[in-house]
C-alpha cells in the first residue's frame, strides 16, 4: 500500500504547537494594531505575470522559486512567495488611494517557496507583514516607524537582540545609475567572482554585494564602501537615521544590504537573530516607491510605499517558543452505562452551549479508565453519572485539583459550575 508523507520543505503543526502559533499571531495583531494597521487578507495564488512584474525577472525567487499552478491559462497563477505584490494588486484595484490619504495594511499568512529547504528555510512559510501604501506618503517618520514596528514585534514576541542592518538604494532613476557604477567598479575584478555572480554581474548587479562566497565577499567590501546617491536621497536617508535615533532603535549601517527583490528604493532593512543558522534574516523589508505606478497605478500620482515582512517559523526558533501547551478542558462528564451515556450527551451539549468546554468518553470503560483521562485532559471537573445519581436526577461534580466531591441536582449542574468560575 503506498504510504503518503507531508510534501518536501513543508510541515504539519500539531495541537500541541498550535498554542505558541495562536499567541504570537494574537499579540502581533494587538501590536500592529496599535500602530494603526488594518488586517487585509489576499488568495494564496496570484496571477503569475504580477510576481514576475512586482519581484523582477532577474530575481531568485522569480527566476528559481516560483511553484506555479497548472492551468489552461496560457501565463497562470502561482502560489505567492511574498505579500507586497498581492497587497498592491489589492491597494490599486479597490481603489485605496482614492478613499484614503494612507492605508496602512497587515497580513499573517502561508507564503510558498520552491527553495532547497534546510533548518529555518521551507517551501510553504509564514509571514506577519505589514504594507503603508499611499500618495505622497514617502516620509522618513513612516520609514523609521515601519523599522521600530518590526523590532517591537520581534522583542514583544520574545527575539533577543534582534540586530538591525539599514541601507539606502536611492530612487528608481539613482538604481539604474547605480548599477552602471557599480558594474564599473567591479569589471576588473570579475574573474575573482563566484560562478554565480558572474552571471549576476550581467542580469542583476546588485546582487553580487549579498553573495555569500568568500571571494565576493573580499571583492564587495574592496569595492563598496557606500553608494555615490544624489544629495536628496542621502538628505532622506540622513533623515531616517535621525528619526531611528530619536525613539532609540539601535542600528547598524551595511553599505552592501541591497535585498533581493527589485521593486526596493531608497531604504531597505534587514533584522537578524541568533540561533537561526545560516538562515539568520528573521524579518526584512524596506520602501518600494516605483511598485505602484509598474502595477498601473495613476502615472501622475506620486506614490509612496513602505513595510517588512517576519518570518514565524524563524521567530519560533528564535524565541525558543515551542514548549508543548498542555490541554485543558472545563468538564469530562462520566458515564457508567449506556442510559447514563444518553443523559451525557444531553448534559455535555447544554454546557457547551453556555460557554463550558466539555467532553465525554464516547466508549463505555471503567471508572478508573475515565478519571485517568479527566487527568490527562486537565479536566477542571469531573462529573459522574453513575447508576445512584441516575435514579435522584443527580450528577457527582468531582473537582480534580484538592478531590472534594458535591452531589448537584442535574438541572443546576450549569449554575453550581459558573458559581465556582467556570466559563
Ligand atoms: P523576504 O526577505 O523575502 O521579504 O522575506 C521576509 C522574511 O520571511 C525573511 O526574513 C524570513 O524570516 C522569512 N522567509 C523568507 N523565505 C523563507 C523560507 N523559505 N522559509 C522560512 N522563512 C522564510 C519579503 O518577503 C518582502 N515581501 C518583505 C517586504 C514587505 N518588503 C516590503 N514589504
Known amino acids: 500500500m503506498q504510504k503518503f508523507s507531508v510534501p518536501r520543505g513543508t510541515c504539519d503543526t500539531f495541537p500541541d504547537e498550535i498554542s505558541s502559533w495562536e499567541t504570537i499571531e494574537n499579540k502581533a495583531r494587538q501590536v500592529l494594531r496599535s500602530y494603526g494597521y488594518r488586517e487585509i487578507r489576499t488568495p494564496i495564488y496570484e496571477e503569475t505575470a504580477l510576481f514576475k512584474r512586482s519581484l523582477g525577472q532577474t530575481s531568485d525567487i522569480v527566476n528559481k522559486q516560483l ?14 512567495p511574498e505579500g507586497t505584490a498581492s497587497v498592491v494588486r489589492s491597494y490599486l484595484e479597490n481603489s485605496f488611494d482614492k ?9 499573517i499568512g502561508p507564503m510558498f517557496r520552491g527553495e532547497r529547504p534546510q533548518k529555518g528555510r521551507l517551501r510553504q512559510f509564514h509571514q506577519i507583514g505589514v504594507e503603508a501604501i499611499g500618495p505622497n506618503s514617502a ?39 547605480v548599477s552602471v557604477w557599480l558594474r564599473g567598479e567591479l569589471e576588473k575584478h570579475k574573474k575573482d567572482l563566484c560562478e554565480d555572480c558572474q552571471s549576476r554581474f550581467e542580469r542583476n548587479v546588485f546582487r553580487v554585494l549579498d553573495c555569500k562566497n568568500e571571494s565576493c565577499r573580499r571583492v564587495a567590501n574592496s569595492v563598496v564602501k557606500d553608494f555615490p546617491l544624489s544629495d536628496p536621497s542621502k538628505g532622506y536617508f ?21 535585498r533581493g527583490l527589485d521593486y526596493y528604493t531608497h531604504t531597505v532593512f534587514e533584522i537578524t537573530a541568533e540561533g537561526l543558522g545560516s538562515q539568520d534574516a528573521i524579518g526584512a523589508g524596506g520602501r518600494y516607491n516605483g511598485l505602484v505606478h509598474e502595477l498601473g497605478g495613476d502615472a501622475k500620482t506620486d506614490f509612496g510605499a513602505v513595510g517588512f515582512a517576519l518570518g514565524i517559523e524563524r521567530i519560533l526558533l528564535a524565541s525558543g517558543n515551542t514548549q508543548a501547551a498542555s490541554a485543558t478542558i472545563d468538564a469530562l462528564v462520566i458515564a457508567m452505562d449506556v442510559p447514563g451515556q444518553k443523559q451525557a450527551f444531553k448534559v455535555i451539549n447544554d454546557l457547551r452551549k453556555n460557554g463550558i468546554s466539555a467532553d465525554i468518553s464516547y466508549t463505555n470503560t471503567s471508572l478508573k479508565s475515565q478519571m485517568s483521562r479527566a487527568n490527562k485532559l486537565n479536566a477542571r471537573f469531573a462529573l459522574i453519572l453513575g447508576e445512584e445519581e441516575m435514579r435522584n436526577g443527580t450528577i457527582a461534580v468531582k473537582n480534580m485539583a484538592n478531590g472534594v466531591q458535591e452531589n448537584v441536582k442535574l438541572e443546576s449542574v450549569l449554575e453550581y459550575l459558573k458559581k465556582k468560575g467556570v466559563g
Open 139 to 177: 516620509s522618513p517618520y513612516l520609514d523609521a516607524e515601519v523599522i521600530a514596528l518590526a523590532v517591537h514585534l520581534l522583542k514583544d514576541l520574545g527575539v533577543k537582540n534582534p540586530k538591525l542592518k539599514i541601507n539606502s538604494l536611492g530612487s528608481k532613476e539613482e538604481k539604474e545609475f
Open 99 to 107: 478613499k484614503e490619504p494612507l492605508s496602512k495594511f497587515f497580513y
Open 238 to 258: 540622513q533623515f531616517v537615521q535621525e528619526a531611528l535615533k530619536s525613539i532609540n532603535i539601535e542600528f547598524e549601517i551595511a553599505p552592501h544590504l541591497v
Open 67 to 80: 511553484l506555479e499552478l497548472a492551468t489552461s491559462k496560457e501565463e497562470g497563477y502561482a502560489l505567492r
